[in-house]
Structures are given as C-alpha cells and as structure tokens.
C-alpha cells in the first residue's frame, strides 16, 4: 500500500504533464486514442467516485460558519465564468460548436484540482472545499439552465437531458463515494490514497479520446480555442481575485475564490459535450483541462509568494 501511496502522490504531483504528454500524443496519433472517446462518461463518474470519498461532514462546516463568504464563492463561479464565456462567444464571433464549447466549460462548477492549488497558494483551504462541494451540489440544476439561458442562441438545449447527465455523472458516484466512506470508514481510507492515480489515470484518459475525436477540427481551429481558453481562464482569475476583494474578504480568501472562480470542471464539460452536443464542441473542455493545470500551478505559486500586509508587519516586528 505505501508503494501505491507513493505512485499516487507522484502522479498527482505531475499530473499536468501527463496531460500535456498523453494529449500531444492523441493528436498525433488518433487512431489509436479515439476508442477511449466512448468510455468518457464512466470515466469521469470514477473521478467523482474518489471525489465523493475524500468528502466528510466537515467539509461543508464552513458553509454554515460563514454562509455568506461560500454564498459570493459560488456566486461568483456561476455569474463570472458563464458571463465571460457568452461575451468571447459573442465577441469574437466563435463559429457555433465553439461557441457552444466555450459556453459550456464556463457553466461548469469549480474544478477537481482548485482544492490543491488553493493549498499550494496559502489560500483559505477550508473556503475553497466549500465553495467546491457546493457549486458541485448545485450544478445539476444550475449549470443546465445556464446553458439554456446562453447557448441556446447557437443550439436546441434540453434542459431535462442535461439535469439527468449531470446527475448521472456527477451526483451518483460523489453520492456513492461520501456513502461508503460513511459507513466503510477503514477500506475506504486505504482506497482514497490510490485515488489521486487512478484520477489522474481517467482525467488523462478523457483528454486523450477528446483529442482523438477532434483531431481534425483542432487542426483547424484549435489555435483559436486555445487563445479564447486561456483568455476565459486568466480573466476568471483576475475578476475572482478583485470581486473577493470587493467584498471584502483577506488575502487568504481572495486566494480561494480567484481558483475556485478561474477553474472549470472541464471533464464534465467533456461528458456534457460528448452526449449531448459535437465532438468540437467538448474540445474546449479538453483544452481547458489541461491549460488550466498549469496556469493554477503558475498561480499557487505566484500567490504562495503573498502575503497580507498585516502578515508582513508581523514578522518585521519578530524580526
């Protein structure tokens, strides 16, 4: 088991380029890759699984010691990123299906990474789980009528169809996840410390069988995608940064809600765009997987380099 545990932490670790290696490889060679694009669905519902297994009563124990905090978190998230991601659409008159793909990303809730890279910026843990575990709880019913609410300009949105998706690939197995760390608290524990491998194992999985798909569409198109990920993205963060600030939160919080605003559960973008849409329109959430791993690793560092000025007075004084 500490074999495993010590293969875990490695992967998680370097999870990004995994990322970037298994995605440049699917590009290159797509026909051995395109197979997996049909098992995207189950794999993500793994991810959720060991999500699910990690969580405990506590986590949601901030949600009630400062409600209004996690309430602008996720606020934020659903208003900021969906926002943004309708403006570049329109702004940059995207072709449809990445209109779509953007749209789709944006209405997604925080990603499974943010947690850590909250912890790697001296951020406020502890908020960001929160924030997390909440627009996660909250996006089957928010994220569809999001992308009812922007996309259908482009595209018919079935806001039944998408509910049950989003049920079916999230909520079940974080459900089933939480249940049997519940009541099998031993074997679950020493299955959470394989997790991190066999998530990064299905998140890499996933980003593989997308590229695969839409190799030829990338060629055509996925500088532009690229350029319009990363825009989505780094905007997420500043708007994230500056609205905690607005509302008065520390530094430490600022920290969280900036990743918890500016990072995408991007494979469920994957899932949604695979069942209910196009192949191009889930490249954007592929992009997005693997980009934003490595602007929120720049960021954690970035923002572990910090600190509040009264922190700073502090150790002048210690000092």
Same mark, same amino acid.
């Given at each position: 088991m500490k074999v495993i545990e010590k293969v875990s932490g490695f992967a998680g670790k370097t999870f990004t380029f995994w990322v970037i290696i298994v995605a440049v490889l699917a590009y290159?060679?797509?026909?051995?890759?395109?197979? /997996?694009?049909?098992?995207?669905?189950p794999l993500l519902g793994i991810v959720m699984f060991g999500m699910g297994l990690t969580l405990s009563?506590?986590?949601?124990?901030?949600?009630?010691?400062?409600?209004?905090e996690v309430a602008l978190g996720v606020a934020g998230h659903f208003i900021i990123m969906p926002v943004l991601a309708f403006l570049l659409a329109v702004g940059l008159h995207?072709?449809?299906?990445?209109?779509?793909?953007v749209i789709l990303v944006g209405c997604c809730p925080s990603g499974t990474s943010s947690n850590v890279m909250v912890f790697l910026g001296k951020g406020n843990v502890a908020l960001a789980v929160s924030i997390a575990s909440v627009s996660t709880i909250l996006a089957p019913i928010l994220t569809p009528l999001l992308i009812l609410l922007l996309a259908s300009k482009w595209v018919h949105v079935s806001v039944g169809?998408?509910?049950?998706? @989003?049920?079916?690939? /999230? @909520?079940?197995?974080?459900?089933?996840?939480? /249940? /049997?760390?519940?009541?099998?608290?031993?074997?679950?524990?020493?299955?959470?410390?394989?997790?991190?491998?066999?998530?990064? @194992?299905a998140i890499v999985m996933i980003v593989s069988g997308v590229v695969a798909g839409s190799q030829a569409q990338i060629a055509k198109t996925g500088l532009l995608i690229f350029a319009v990920v990363v825009l989505h993205n780094v905007l997420g963060y500043?708007?994230?940064?500056?609205?905690?600030? $607005?509302?008065?939160?520390? $530094?430490?919080?600022?920290?969280?809600v900036a990743m918890e605003v500016g990072m995408q559960n991007s494979g469920l973008g994957v899932a @949604?765009?695979? *069942?209910?849409?196009?192949?191009?329109? *889930?490249?954007?959430? *592929?992009?997005?997987?693997v980009w934003h791993n490595i602007s929120g690793s720049i960021l954690a560092f970035i923002f572990s380099k910090m600190e509040d000025k009264k922190t700073e007075e502090v150790k002048k004084i210690a000092g």
């Amino acid at each position: 088991m500490k074999v495993i545990e010590k293969v875990s932490g490695f992967a998680g670790k370097t999870f990004t380029f995994w990322v970037i290696i298994v995605a440049v490889l699917a590009y290159m060679f797509p026909g051995s890759f395109k197979w /997996i694009g049909g098992y995207v669905v189950p794999l993500l519902g793994i991810v959720m699984f060991g999500m699910g297994l990690t969580l405990s009563a506590s986590d949601f124990k901030e949600v009630f010691r400062r409600p209004k905090e996690v309430a602008l978190g996720v606020a934020g998230h659903f208003i900021i990123m969906p926002v943004l991601a309708f403006l570049l659409a329109v702004g940059l008159h995207l072709p449809k299906e990445v209109a779509v793909g953007v749209i789709l990303v944006g209405c997604c809730p925080s990603g499974t990474s943010s947690n850590v890279m909250v912890f790697l910026g001296k951020g406020n843990v502890a908020l960001a789980v929160s924030i997390a575990s909440v627009s996660t709880i909250l996006a089957p019913i928010l994220t569809p009528l999001l992308i009812l609410l922007l996309a259908s300009k482009w595209v018919h949105v079935s806001v039944g169809s998408l509910f049950l998706s @989003i049920v079916q690939v /999230i @909520i079940v197995p974080l459900c089933l996840g939480f /249940i /049997i760390k519940k009541f099998f608290g031993r074997q679950a524990q020493a299955g959470t410390k394989a997790m991190p491998l066999v998530s990064v @194992i299905a998140i890499v999985m996933i980003v593989s069988g997308v590229v695969a798909g839409s190799q030829a569409q990338i060629a055509k198109t996925g500088l532009l995608i690229f350029a319009v990920v990363v825009l989505h993205n780094v905007l997420g963060y500043c708007l994230g940064f500056f609205f905690s600030r $607005l509302c008065g939160m520390d $530094l430490a919080k600022q920290k969280a809600v900036a990743m918890e605003v500016g990072m995408q559960n991007s494979g469920l973008g994957v899932a @949604i765009a695979s *069942a209910s849409f196009s192949p191009l329109a *889930a490249v954007p959430s *592929a992009i997005f997987s693997v980009w934003h791993n490595i602007s929120g690793s720049i960021l954690a560092f970035i923002f572990s380099k910090m600190e509040d000025k009264k922190t700073e007075e502090v150790k002048k004084i210690a000092g």
